[in-house]
């Protein structure tokens, strides 16, 4: 044991030496190497510089010579031109003193960087431009006929101290430049010195490398023995790795599926909140909306029957007043549909007529700067649809045109037929088709607003002025009809939008071309104590007030809390007519609270939206749907009544 210590320490003290050494070595080499980079860059830089300044001094030299060939060319062809008087000699001399001028500009700009050279260029621009004045004089003389004074002119100015200073700034110019190059040249050669230097200094540096991987080598040699002895700790702990390795990445497989399945699950359930909160709010809206048309209704149909005398013009503007809110029950309806709560209810009709019998309608929507033209090229085809969608379709398609026009403009609506290949509009099946062409000129849509015009609640109105769900509607009422929708547009060209609707050959009924008519009324009948549940005060009132017109017995609850007070305060009951939906407590937990006190009372629940209640909350008891007209409240009235009636005999049976 005490031999074994010394030992361990030996081989740990060979082990440092072994460390130290190659530690040093490597801190030399890299040392070594960095200086000789640093050094060859350096020669690299100074040697492309030197290489650069020769050929910026030959460049020099060049344009020299060829400034002083163009100036002699210039003067030989003045000389012929003077001899000849040949006009083209002369444009030649005029050429060649402008290639000599334009020589003189590039010496300059290459002269810029050295400022003995460059006031030297400057000079020669002086003496250059008299030199010109004193030749263009002489080629005048020749110019205008003036052959002896030219003659003068020309040996004259061919010794001028003008030529010869252009001469003499030129050799100076050169002879500079050469001494310059012979310098360079020296500096480029001792550049390539300097480079042979580093050249054997680098050898010598891979004399070193060797000699290190020598030792490197010696030394792994030496290691091999202690390395070998560490072999089988390092196999067993490879083995050990690889299995822990293996198990890691089980567990992380495992992971990552788990977390994909919560990711599956979360988008589900996204999607699942985002459905159901659109059906809430469509729901809502039409709630609301349905409230305010009964309350419309009920009090126009209550002036109608209050009326003393029979005025026509009284009574064809409260025939208007009902049939526009009949259309806006209608688009009540189309929401509702939108919303998946309330489904279609086809019939044939004849898609030229329904236009037709809509002109006043579009006229009034869209006001008298629009100008709406009717075509009918359909051949009398016949549709299968829900004429009350389809009306309200065409209206939000005029509407959204007309505000495309900004208010102005013209709409064309176009009724065709047309026989469609499988897909080829949308998911349409081959066959016969009818098409519902509405085209505005107003400003178009872009590629990127065209994609998105189907998306519920996707609008490029401002805040207030839509909802985003007119062609979405659209598109789910022509589609939920079997049909397709196409939409041809461009910036500032206009939309057209088609809606191809599958043929119908049935037989046409009349309901198919008949407008929207108002129900008649009803005659009274038996009268009935009734308790009206109804949160809204304004339906309330109305309802009351419809009931007593009609001979009942009213009274008003607005809280259907207090329902059972009210109950108790009757002296009889034959009726609870109660809205569904309502703050605090719905109609069916209302109606489900009071039920032993209601043996032999009929109910009548009251409701604008079938989604409020499930028939198994509502019991399956009747449904008056809102907006009622009074006709519609007096039939329910008897109904719910002599339902309730038939019921008792048959459980006392």
């Given at each position: ?10 081989s ?14 490597a ?5 070594v190497l ?5 050094i060859q ?18 460049e020099?030299i ?7 060939g163009g100036?002699?060319s210039a003067e030989?062809?003045l ?10 000699l002369?444009?030649q ?17 290459l002269t810029g960087?050295?400022p003995t050279?460059?006031?030297q ?6 003496v ?6 004193e ?12 052959n002896?004074?030219a003659f003068?002119?020309y040996?004259q100015?061919?010794e ?5 200073q252009?001469e003499?700034?030129l050799?100076d110019?050169v ?7 012979r310098d360079?040249t ?15 200094v ?9 000699l290190?991987?020598v ?6 040699i030496?290691a ?7 072999d089988?700790?390092?196999?067993w702990e490879?083995?050990?790795t690889?299995q ?7 567990a992380t ?5 788990e977390?994909?399945?919560r990711?599956?699950a979360?988008?589900?359930l ?13 729901g809502?809206i ?7 048309l009964?309350v419309?209704?009920?009090g126009?149909e209550l002036a ?6 029979d005025p ?6 409260l025939?208007?007043a ?6 806006a029950?209608?688009?009540t309806?189309q ?6 709560s ?7 009709v ?6 037709r019998?809509?002109?006043d309608?579009?006229d ?19 549709i ?5 969608q ?6 939000n398609?005029?509407v ?10 013209s709409l ?6 047309s ?5 080829e509009?949308?998911?349409c ?16 849509m ?5 994609e ?5 609640f996707?609008?490029?109105?401002p ?7 007119g062609l ?5 009422f ?9 939409i041809?547009t461009?910036?500032?060209?206009g939309t057209?939008?088609t809606?191809?609707?599958p043929?119908?050959?049935?037989a ?12 008649p ?11 009206v549940?109804e949160?809204?005060p304004?339906?309330l009132a109305?309802t009351l ?10 009274v008003?609850?607005?809280?259907p809390?207090h ?6 305060a009757?002296a009889s009951?034959?009726l609870?007519?109660?809205d ?5 407590q719905?109609g069916p937990?209302m ?12 109910v009548?629940?009251v ?5 409020e209640?499930?028939?198994?909350q509502?019991r399956?008891r009747?449904v008056l749907?809102k ?8 039939r ?9 009636a038939?019921?008792m ?5």
């Amino acid at each position: 044991m005490s031999d074994a210590i010394p030992s361990l320490e030996r081989s740990v003290h060979a082990k440092n030496w072994r460390l130290v050494l190659l530690g040093a070595l490597a801190v030399a080499g890299v040392l070594v190497l960095g200086a000789l980079i640093l050094i060859q860059q350096r020669s690299d830089l100074e040697r492309d510089r030197a290489i650069a300044l020769q050929q910026h001094s030959f460049e020099v030299i060049l344009r020299a010579n060829q400034l002083s060939g163009g100036i002699a060319s210039a003067e030989a062809a003045l000389g012929r031109y003077v001899v000849s008087a040949d006009r083209n000699l002369g444009q030649q001399y005029s050429d060649q003193w402008g290639k000599a001028g334009e020589q003189l500009q590039r010496l300059r700009q290459l002269t810029g960087d050295n400022p003995t050279l460059f006031a030297q260029v400057r000079q020669l621009q002086r003496v250059f431009a008299e030199r010109g004045k004193e030749l263009d004089a002489t080629a005048l003389y020749t110019t205008f006929k003036r052959n002896s004074d030219a003659f003068g002119a020309y040996y004259q100015v061919r010794e001028s101290p003008a030529r010869k200073q252009v001469e003499a700034i030129l050799d100076d110019i050169v002879e500079q430049e050469r001494q310059r190059l012979r310098d360079r040249t020296r500096a480029a050669a001792q550049l390539i010195e300097n480079s042979s230097y580093a050249s054997r200094v680098l050898s010598g540096f891979g004399l070193v490398i060797a000699l290190g991987a020598v030792v490197f080598g010696w030394l792994a040699i030496e290691a091999q023995g202690d390395r070998a002895l560490a072999d089988a700790d390092a196999a067993w702990e490879r083995e050990r790795t690889g299995q822990l390795r293996e198990a890691v990445a089980a567990a992380t497989a495992q992971l990552r599926e788990e977390a994909r399945e919560r990711e599956v699950a979360e988008a589900k359930l996204r999607q699942a909140q985002k459905m159901d909160a659109v059906g809430q709010l469509t729901g809502g809206i039409a709630h609301d909306f349905n409230n305010m048309l009964a309350v419309v209704l009920g009090g126009v149909e209550l002036a109608r029957r209050q009326i003393e005398s029979d005025p026509r013009e009284a009574a064809r503007h409260l025939d208007n007043a009902m049939e526009g809110a009949h259309r806006a029950a209608a688009l009540t309806r189309q929401l509702l549909a939108f919303s998946r709560s309330e489904s279609l209810a086809p019939e044939p009709v004849d898609a030229g007529a329904l236009i037709r019998g809509m002109r006043d309608l579009l006229d009034r929507t869209l006001g008298d700067a629009i100008r709406v033209e009717a075509q009918d090229r359909g051949l009398g085809w016949r549709i299968w649809v829900d004429r009350h969608q389809l009306e309200n379709a065409v209206l939000n398609l005029a509407v959204n045109a007309r505000d495309a026009m900004n208010g102005r403009g013209s709409l064309v609506i176009t009724t065709g037929e047309s026989r469609l290949a499988a897909n080829e509009v949308g998911h349409c099946a081959a066959g016969d088709y009818v098409s519902v062409a509405v085209r505005d000129d107003g400003c178009g849509m872009t590629p990127e607003v065209l994609e998105r015009v189907f998306e519920p609640f996707f609008t490029t109105k401002p805040v207030g002025k839509g909802t985003g769900l007119g062609l979405s509607q659209i598109f789910g009422f022509v589609r939920q009809s079997g049909g397709g929708i196409a939409i041809e547009t461009a910036p500032d060209a206009g939309t057209t939008v088609t809606l191809y609707l599958p043929r119908y050959k049935g037989a046409l009924t009349g309901s198919a071309m008949a407008p929207v008519a108002i129900e008649p009324a009803e005659e009274k009948g038996d009268s009935y104590d009734i308790l009206v549940v109804e949160d809204d005060p304004r339906v309330l009132a109305a309802t009351l007030a419809a009931l007593r017109e009609l001979g009942h017995r009213a009274v008003g609850c607005a809280d259907p809390l207090h329902a059972p007070t009210a109950i108790e305060a009757m002296a009889s009951l034959d009726l609870v007519m109660t809205d569904v939906l309502m703050p605090g407590q719905t109609g069916p937990e209302m109606i489900a609270g009071i039920e032993a006190r209601l043996a032999g009372v009929a109910v009548l629940f009251v409701t604008g939206f079938t989604g409020e209640a499930s028939a198994e909350q509502l019991r399956d008891r009747p449904v008056l749907r809102k907006p009622f007209t009074v006709a519609a409240l007096s039939r329910a009235v008897r109904e719910a009544v002599a339902g309730e009636a038939q019921r008792m005999g048959q459980a006392a049976e």
